[in-house]
């Protein structure tokens, strides 16, 4: 049996024995030294390059012959069937270009910089192409201006052919025509791109935007965006997403869209979205990428 003074030294043993254990549980805890490391995961993201290839209006090889070489299957048949209604082909192509779109581009790995750009009268007299390299953000709005982006054009008339044929016409003012796009990132190195057509006119006002899971709040003009006629395609590092207007769509979308006129010149344009590096980790789909939205005028 204890002395009454050893069982005061053994409680008090154990009064710190268990101080000890619990200092060190919260210490393990607080100073970051773990045995399993921090689930912790950069934003999915994704590089593209965008390309466009401005050539004159009814160019048998750009506009026959190289769509011989374009994977248009990629794109499924109602939704193809809806964009040619509306002026607009789109398919994917593989990594290697075709002879007759390399001579055209003397496209190498090293894009442009914003600071090397061409200007618009370059465009038209000296090089045709003109292309940027992006990083975006998965799922993240990325505009690509195809008209109006060195200014506003006055008056644009569009008409539209719905699912059902019948065509509605409409007239805007202060026009800037696009194309969304948002990529979406595999953990294979792949990514799904998707291209929405979209009419931005007027004076800039205030606008909500619901998408994205957030209610956002800027100024800027009115947008018409024509979700019908969006479309995507999944592509592997390398591959392009080619979108191309049809000249005798006289009016329609794709040829508001991509084609351009100076005088009596009338140039196309065939608009190359090219899938570069992807920084998804497929072990985090849980964790939510920063904010990231980029126009790109050409």
């Given at each position: 049996?204890?002395?009454?003074?050893?069982?005061?030294?053994?409680?008090?043993?154990?009064?710190?024995?268990?101080?000890?254990?619990?200092?060190?549980?919260f210490d393990?805890?607080?100073?970051?030294?773990?045995?399993?490391?921090?689930?912790?995961?950069?934003?999915?993201?994704?590089?593209?390059?965008?390309?466009?290839?401005?050539?004159?209006?009814?160019?048998?090889?750009?506009?026959?012959?190289?769509?011989?070489?374009?994977?248009?299957?990629?794109?499924?048949?109602?939704?193809?069937?809806?964009?040619?209604?509306?002026?607009?082909?789109?398919?994917?192509?593989?990594?290697?270009?075709?002879?007759?779109l390399e001579?055209?581009?003397?496209?190498?790995?090293?894009?442009?910089?914003?600071?090397?750009?061409?200007?618009a009268g370059?465009?038209?007299?000296?090089?045709?192409?003109?292309?940027?390299?992006?990083?975006?953000?998965?799922?993240?709005?990325?505009?690509?201006?195809?008209?109006?982006?060195?200014?506003?054009?006055?008056?644009?008339?569009?008409?539209?052919?719905?699912?059902?044929?019948?065509?509605?016409?409409?007239?805007?003012?202060?026009?800037?025509?696009?194309?969304?796009?948002?990529?979406?990132?595999?953990?294979?190195?792949?990514?799904?791109?998707?291209?929405?057509?979209?009419?931005?006119?007027?004076?800039?006002?205030?606008?909500?935007?619901?998408?994205?899971?957030?209610?956002?709040?800027?100024?800027?003009?009115?947008?018409?965006?024509?979700?019908?006629?969006?479309?995507?395609?999944?592509?592997?590092?390398?591959?392009?997403?080619?979108?191309?207007?049809?000249?005798?769509?006289?009016?329609?979308?794709?040829?508001?869209?991509?084609?351009?006129?100076?005088?009596?010149?009338?140039?196309?344009?065939?608009?190359?979205?090219?899938?570069?590096?992807?920084?998804?980790?497929?072990?985090?789909?849980?964790?939510?990428?920063?904010?990231?939205?980029?126009?790109?005028?050409?």
């Amino acid at each position: 049996m204890f002395a009454q003074g050893n069982w005061y030294r053994l409680v008090a043993a154990c009064g710190l024995m268990l101080c000890a254990g619990c200092l060190s549980a919260f210490d393990a805890k607080t100073s970051g030294v773990s045995p399993l490391a921090p689930l912790v995961s950069a934003p999915a993201s994704v590089t593209l390059d965008v390309v466009f290839l401005h050539y004159a209006e009814n160019d048998e090889v750009l506009n026959r012959e190289l769509w011989q070489r374009i994977d248009e299957q990629q794109i499924p048949p109602e939704v193809r069937a809806k964009l040619l209604a509306n002026g607009l082909r789109a398919g994917v192509l593989g990594a290697q270009l075709p002879p007759e779109l390399e001579q055209r581009m003397l496209l190498t790995d090293k894009p442009r910089s914003a600071e090397t750009e061409l200007s618009a009268g370059q465009i038209d007299n000296d090089s045709p192409v003109r292309q940027r390299s992006l990083q975006v953000q998965a799922g993240r709005r990325t505009n690509i201006l195809c008209v109006g982006e060195q200014q506003k054009v006055p008056e644009l008339s569009l008409l539209v052919r719905g699912s059902d044929g019948e065509v509605s016409g409409k007239t805007y003012r202060k026009v800037s025509g696009l194309f969304v796009a948002r990529a979406y990132p595999n953990g294979d190195g792949s990514a799904r791109i998707e291209l929405t057509p979209e009419i931005e006119h007027g004076d800039p006002q205030r606008r909500y935007d619901p998408s994205e899971g957030v209610l956002r709040v800027d100024f800027g003009p009115a947008r018409e965006t024509l979700e019908s006629l969006k479309f995507d395609a999944l592509l592997s590092p390398g591959q392009m997403l080619i979108v191309s207007s049809v000249p005798e769509r006289t009016g329609s979308l794709g040829r508001q869209l991509l084609t351009s006129e100076t005088g009596d010149k009338k140039r196309q344009k065939l608009l190359m979205v090219r899938l570069g590096r992807t920084g998804f980790n497929d072990s985090f789909q849980e964790s939510s990428p920063s904010v990231l939205g980029e126009t790109v005028a050409r």
